[in-house]
């Protein structure tokens, strides 16, 4: 079954901490890994994908087949950072998201 | 491109009312999906549709939910009769094929009461 775990409902770190957003998966196959970003009643954005290997707003994350993970890493935690964060996979052929519950990040002042 | 638009952006309405939540995809997307969020349940995909068929329906929830595709411009989820347990926020997406990014619209905020 593919199934998509964020262990963490709410981190809170200090401003200028590092920042770590765990997420596992499973899955048989190659699957896509995804973060997603949602603001204050905003809507979903990506935030990245694993395919571009590209860190965006300073994120960067790393699939680790072995592990079966895709956590999401910043070394530098800012104000404006605090938000849901959401892993979501996209596996073979299939066209939907299959996300995780989410983990709210808050970076305190 | 304006994105993926969504309307109503809130609703409330009395338990047993029909809701008629309303979706115009991003142009030449081929792909839409409709998601309902909850504290509860966090993002749950209901229905997508690919080349306005629906293509996978398993996450509705129940008979009162139906979705349809009429076009490849628009996309109407409806929920009758509502329920206050369907209060939640109903995410629209679409993308251009199985291997591109998922576009989110704003959501519609539901509140049955």
């Known amino acids: 079954a593919q199934r998509v775990t964020q262990p963490e409902k709410l981190l809170s770190v200090f401003k200028g901490a590092p920042v770590e957003l765990k997420c596992n998966y499973s899955y048989s196959g190659s699957p896509e890994l995804f973060w997603y970003v949602q603001y204050s009643r905003q809507r979903l954005q990506l935030l990245l994908r694993?395919?571009s290997r590209e860190s965006i707003k300073g994120f960067t994350a790393d699939l680790n087949k072995g592990e079966t993970s895709f956590h999401l890493k910043k070394p530098f935690a800012q104000e404006e950072d605090s938000a849901m964060y959401y892993c979501?996979?996209?596996?073979?052929?299939?066209?939907?998201?299959?996300f995780g519950k989410g983990t709210k990040l808050s970076v305190k002042p | 491109d304006a994105g993926v638009i969504q309307s109503p952006r809130h609703e409330v309405t009395e338990m047993g009312q029909e809701v008629t939540l309303r979706c115009k995809p991003i142009s030449g997307h081929d792909y839409l999906f409709w998601y309902r969020q909850t504290m509860m349940r966090g993002l749950e995909l209901l229905i997508y549709f690919n080349n306005n068929v629906p293509i996978d329906d398993s996450g509705m929830p129940e008979d009162r939910f139906s979705a349809k595709m009429p076009n490849a411009s628009f996309s109407t989820l409806k929920i009758q009769p509502s329920e206050p347990r369907d209060s939640a926020v109903y995410f629209c997406a679409s993308s251009r094929s199985s291997g591109n990014t998922i576009y989110f619209g704003e959501g519609s905020w539901l509140t049955v009461v």
């Open positions: 694993h395919i």
């Open positions: 979501a996979l996209r596996g073979g052929s299939q066209g939907n998201l299959i």
